[in-house]
């Protein structure tokens, strides 16, 4: 069974930045599948960032193009999520999920960012911003 453990959570003003880091123990193969999720209070589970093992594509949620870069160390086992230009819209608790064995799914721009798809997951960091 794959562990996943976010940290790196906090409060920023709007325009700051913040970078998330997903620690992951267990067996994980070179085909993984690995992913930022957020929930806001109220809304449902939405995809922010993917990374295919296996290709090294990322496809990015609507709102994280541009601002947000995903990033994973695979020696380490680390997930990163690099957050900037954050707005109070940004303000959810923020997950990493991860299937260790098969590769994103969905169509290509929006591989791996469906919930639904992963058993594995953080327990969340909550992030917050203020305007």
């Known amino acids: 069974e794959v562990q996943m453990v976010e940290s790196g959570g906090g409060a920023v003003q709007a325009g700051g930045s913040l970078r998330l880091s997903c620690l992951a123990s267990g067996y994980i193969s070179p085909y993984f599948c690995m992913t930022w999720f957020r929930q806001r209070p109220g809304e449902k589970r939405e995809g922010v960032a993917s990374i295919n093992g296996g290709d090294g594509r990322t496809p990015y949620g609507h709102a994280a193009l541009g601002r947000f870069t995903i990033s994973v160390d695979k020696a380490e086992k680390s997930l990163y999520l690099q957050m900037n230009s954050l707005t109070p819209e940004d303000t959810a608790m923020y997950y990493c999920?991860?299937?260790?064995?098969?590769?994103?799914?969905?169509?290509?721009?929006?591989?791996?960012?469906?919930?639904?798809?992963?058993?594995?997951w953080g327990q969340g960091t909550q992030v917050t911003v203020s305007s």
């Open positions: 999920a991860v299937d260790p064995i098969m590769g994103c799914r969905g169509f290509p721009h929006e591989k791996g960012l469906n919930p639904t798809d992963f058993t594995n």
